[in-house]
C-alpha cells in the first residue's frame, strides 16, 4: 500500500450508522408485536405498518452536530409552519407578507417546471401574491452585493495586515455556506479562525429589508418574511442566534414549495402571466427590481472569489486574471499576474471529498507555508514532457490563495439539496447543474457588486448587522461528520 494513501483520500460516501435508522412503528398490528417503547420487534410480523420517514430533524440530531435547542429552531423551518403561522396571521389586517428568494431557487423552478427565467419569476410573484396576498418579493442581489464588498473589503485588510506583521499566511475561508461553517465549528474548530466572518445574502437581505420597513416606521411584527433558499442548510443559518434579528421568520426550499402546492391541490402553471410590473409593484420602497432581481460574474454561489480578485485588478489595470482548473472540476482559482508575479489568488472549492483535503492540508501544519519536496520537483523536470513544469504551474492551487470560497455540495449551490434535481444519478445530477449553470449566465442580468456595494450599504441608512459570531466546539478526539447537503 502506498504511504501517500490516508483515510481521507476516501471518496464521499458514508454508510449509516445504526442509530441513523429509525425504528418502524406499528399501526393497528398485534400488541405483542411491539415492545414498550411501541418499536416492532424483528422477530415477529405486524399486520400494517406505517409508512417511515425521515425528516432533516431527525438526521442532524442523531449526528449529534445541532443541540437539541438548535434542533426546536430549526422545526419552526417549513411549509407547513409557514402554511400554519401564515394562515394564522393574514387574519389580521396589519400583517403582510414579504417573500425572498434566491438566484438558485428561480433557475431549479423554471427548470422543473419547464419555463424561462422571467415567466417562472411572474408564475411565483402571481403565486404567492393571489395565494397569500404577498405583499413584497424580492430576489437576493442586493444582499449578495453588500456580503461580496464587505468579504473584498475585509480580505484586502487582511493581506495588509499579514504583509505587515509576517503572519502565519494561511488563506481565509468564506463563512457563507451554513454547511461548510456548521462543519467547521462541530468537527475542525481549529479552522475557525480562518473563517471570514461575513454574514450570507440570505442573512444580509433580511437586515435590509429589516431596515427598509424601520425607515417606514413599520414595525417588526407588522410584517412575515419567508425565504426561499437552494438548501436546507440554510435553515440552520437562519436559525443562529446572531441571524435572529436579520428578521427571517421562515425558510423553505423549492422542494417545499412544490410539496406546497401538491397539499393546496394547485397547478403552479395555472399562475403564469405576462403582468411585467409585478417586478416593480412588489418591490418595496427604494428596491430596483433591476437591482435585486440580477446577479453578478463570479459564479452562482456568489463570485466571491473572482470579485476579490478583480477588486485588486481595478488596482493595477496592467495585471492579468487567469483561471486555473483544480484536479476536478470543483476547484477553481483565479490568479492574478502583474510582471510575472502572482499579486492576487483566490480560489473556488466546493464538495466534501475537496472540504477534507482543504482540513488535511491546513490544519495538519502543512498549509501554503510548507516546504516543496525538492526530489519530487527534480522527477518532474526529467519527466517525458518538456512543458511538465508549464502545466504543473497551470493547475489551480487554492491553499496557496489569499481567499478560499467554499461550498459543502459538489457543484456548489446549484446542487442545493432543497432543488428540484430529484432522485437523479450523478451523470445526470452533473448535467443538471451544468445546464442550470448555463440558464444563470444566458437569462439573468448581471450587475457590479464592487460598485453598487458601498452605495447600497450607505442607502441603507443605518448600521446592518453583517458578520457572524463563531462558536467553535471543543472536542475531546478529532472526527468527521457530512454536512447537510447533496453529494455525488
Same mark, same amino acid.
Request: hydrophobic residues 35%.
Given at each position: 500500500?502506498?504511504?501517500?494513501?490516508?483515510?481521507?483520500?476516501?471518496?464521499?460516501?458514508?454508510?449509516?450508522?445504526?442509530?441513523?435508522?429509525?425504528?418502524?412503528?406499528?399501526?393497528?398490528?398485534?400488541?405483542?408485536?411491539?415492545?414498550?417503547?411501541?418499536?416492532?420487534?424483528?422477530?415477529?410480523?405486524?399486520?400494517?405498518?406505517?409508512?417511515?420517514?425521515?425528516?432533516?430533524?431527525?438526521?442532524?440530531?442523531?449526528?449529534?452536530?445541532?443541540?437539541?435547542?438548535?434542533?426546536?429552531?430549526?422545526?419552526?423551518?417549513?411549509?407547513?409552519?409557514?402554511?400554519?403561522?401564515?394562515?394564522?396571521?393574514?387574519?389580521?389586517?396589519?400583517?403582510? *407578507?414579504? &417573500?425572498?428568494?434566491?438566484? +438558485?431557487?428561480?433557475? @431549479? %423552478?423554471?427548470?422543473?417546471?419547464?419555463?424561462? #427565467?422571467?415567466? =417562472?419569476?411572474?408564475?411565483?410573484?402571481?403565486?404567492?401574491?393571489?395565494?397569500?396576498?404577498?405583499?413584497?418579493?424580492?430576489?437576493?442581489?442586493?444582499?449578495?452585493?453588500?456580503?461580496?464588498?464587505?468579504?473584498?473589503?475585509?480580505?484586502?485588510?487582511?493581506?495588509?495586515?499579514?504583509?505587515?506583521?509576517?503572519?502565519?499566511?494561511?488563506?481565509?475561508?468564506?463563512?457563507?455556506?451554513?454547511?461548510?461553517?456548521?462543519?467547521?465549528?462541530?468537527?475542525?474548530?481549529?479552522?475557525?479562525?480562518?473563517? *471570514?466572518? &461575513?454574514?450570507?445574502?440570505? +442573512?444580509?437581505?433580511? @437586515? %435590509?429589508?429589516?431596515?427598509?420597513?424601520?425607515? #417606514?416606521?413599520? =414595525?417588526?411584527?407588522?410584517?412575515?418574511?419567508?425565504?426561499?433558499?437552494?438548501?436546507?442548510?440554510?435553515?440552520?443559518?437562519?436559525?443562529?442566534?446572531?441571524?435572529?434579528?436579520?428578521?427571517?421568520?421562515?425558510?423553505?426550499?423549492?422542494?417545499?414549495?412544490?410539496?406546497?402546492?401538491?397539499?393546496?391541490?394547485?397547478?403552479?402553471?395555472?399562475?403564469?402571466?405576462?403582468?411585467?410590473?409585478?417586478?416593480?409593484?412588489?418591490?418595496?420602497?427604494?428596491?430596483?427590481?433591476?437591482?435585486?432581481?440580477?446577479?453578478?460574474?463570479?459564479?452562482?454561489?456568489?463570485?466571491?472569489?473572482?470579485?476579490?480578485?478583480?477588486?485588486?485588478?481595478? #488596482?493595477?489595470?496592467?495585471?492579468?486574471?487567469?483561471?486555473?482548473?483544480?484536479?476536478?472540476?470543483?476547484?477553481?482559482?483565479?490568479?492574478?499576474?502583474?510582471?510575472?508575479?502572482?499579486?492576487?489568488?483566490?480560489?473556488?472549492?466546493?464538495?466534501?471529498?475537496?472540504?477534507?483535503?482543504?482540513?488535511?492540508?491546513?490544519?495538519?501544519?502543512?498549509?501554503?507555508?510548507?516546504?516543496?519536496?525538492?526530489?519530487?520537483?527534480?522527477?518532474?523536470?526529467?519527466?517525458?514532457?518538456?512543458?511538465?513544469?508549464?502545466?504543473?504551474?497551470?493547475?489551480?492551487?487554492?491553499?496557496?490563495?489569499?481567499?478560499?470560497?467554499?461550498?459543502?455540495?459538489?457543484?456548489?449551490?446549484?446542487?442545493?439539496?432543497?432543488?428540484?434535481?430529484?432522485?437523479?444519478?450523478?451523470?445526470?445530477?452533473?448535467?443538471?447543474?451544468?445546464?442550470?449553470?448555463?440558464?444563470?449566465?444566458?437569462?439573468?442580468?448581471?450587475?457590479?457588486?464592487?460598485?453598487?456595494?458601498?452605495?447600497?450599504?450607505?442607502?441603507?441608512?443605518?448600521?446592518?448587522?453583517?458578520?457572524?459570531?463563531?462558536?467553535?466546539?471543543?472536542?475531546?478526539?478529532?472526527?468527521?461528520?457530512?454536512?447537510?447537503?447533496?453529494?455525488?
Amino acid at each position: 500500500m502506498s504511504a501517500l494513501l490516508s483515510e481521507a483520500d476516501l471518496n464521499d460516501f458514508i454508510s449509516p450508522a445504526l442509530a441513523c435508522v429509525k425504528p418502524t412503528q406499528v399501526s393497528g398490528g398485534k400488541k405483542d408485536n411491539t415492545n414498550l417503547n411501541g418499536e416492532y420487534e424483528v422477530s415477529t410480523e405486524p399486520d400494517q405498518l406505517e409508512k417511515v420517514s425521515i425528516t432533516l430533524s431527525d438526521c442532524l440530531a442523531c449526528s449529534g452536530c445541532i443541540t437539541s435547542s438548535e434542533e426546536i429552531l430549526l422545526s419552526s423551518q417549513s411549509h407547513s409552519v409557514f402554511l400554519k403561522n401564515w394562515g394564522e396571521l393574514s387574519q389580521q389586517e396589519d400583517k403582510f *407578507l414579504v &417573500v425572498s428568494v434566491s438566484p +438558485q431557487c428561480r433557475l @431549479s %423552478l423554471a427548470q422543473y417546471f419547464d419555463l424561462t #427565467l422571467e415567466a =417562472a419569476d411572474l408564475c411565483l410573484m402571481n403565486f404567492f401574491q393571489k395565494q397569500f396576498q404577498c405583499k413584497y418579493m424580492v430576489g437576493t442581489e442586493m444582499g449578495r452585493i453588500i456580503s461580496i464588498s464587505k468579504t473584498v473589503e475585509k480580505i484586502i485588510a487582511h493581506k495588509k495586515q499579514k504583509q505587515n506583521t509576517d503572519v502565519d499566511r494561511k488563506p481565509l475561508l468564506s463563512a457563507v455556506c451554513p454547511g461548510f461553517l456548521i462543519y467547521t465549528e462541530k468537527t475542525k474548530p481549529q479552522l475557525a479562525p480562518m473563517l *471570514l466572518n &461575513v454574514k450570507s445574502p440570505q +442573512q444580509i437581505t433580511g @437586515s %435590509l429589508i429589516k431596515a427598509t420597513f424601520e425607515d #417606514l416606521a413599520i =414595525a417588526r411584527d407588522s410584517f412575515y418574511h419567508l425565504s426561499l433558499m437552494p438548501c436546507f442548510d440554510k435553515k440552520l443559518e437562519a436559525s443562529r442566534p446572531e441571524s435572529l434579528g436579520d428578521g427571517i421568520d421562515c425558510v423553505i426550499t423549492p422542494r417545499e414549495v412544490v410539496t406546497m402546492l401538491q397539499e393546496l391541490n394547485l397547478d403552479f402553471k395555472s399562475f403564469l402571466t405576462e403582468d411585467t410590473s409585478l417586478y416593480g409593484r412588489l418591490s418595496p420602497p427604494g428596491w430596483d427590481p433591476r437591482v435585486h432581481w440580477a446577479s453578478n460574474l463570479g459564479g452562482t454561489c456568489g463570485g466571491y472569489a473572482y470579485q476579490y480578485v478583480t477588486a485588486i485588478q481595478r #488596482l493595477h489595470p496592467q495585471s492579468r486574471m487567469i483561471v486555473l482548473e483544480g484536479r476536478n472540476s470543483d476547484i477553481v482559482e483565479y490568479r492574478l499576474l502583474h510582471d510575472g508575479a502572482i499579486i492576487a489568488a483566490a480560489s473556488e472549492l466546493s464538495g466534501f471529498r475537496n472540504i477534507q483535503n482543504l482540513v488535511r492540508k491546513l490544519a495538519s501544519g502543512a498549509g501554503p507555508e510548507r516546504k516543496r519536496n525538492i526530489t519530487v520537483l527534480r522527477k518532474r523536470r526529467t519527466g517525458p514532457s518538456a512543458n511538465s513544469r508549464e502545466m504543473a504551474a497551470a493547475t489551480a492551487d487554492p491553499y496557496h490563495s489569499d481567499y478560499i470560497e467554499v461550498n459543502a455540495c459538489p457543484g456548489a449551490c446549484m446542487n442545493g439539496g432543497g432543488l428540484l434535481n430529484g432522485e437523479q444519478n450523478s451523470l445526470k445530477r452533473k448535467q443538471l447543474v451544468q445546464t442550470l449553470n448555463k440558464r444563470h449566465g444566458q437569462e439573468l442580468a448581471m450587475v457590479d457588486p464592487l460598485a453598487l456595494g458601498p452605495k447600497l450599504e450607505e442607502a441603507a441608512a443605518r448600521p446592518l448587522s453583517l458578520e457572524y459570531v463563531f462558536a467553535p466546539v471543543k472536542q475531546a478526539a478529532e472526527k468527521d461528520l457530512v454536512s447537510v447537503g447533496s453529494t455525488w
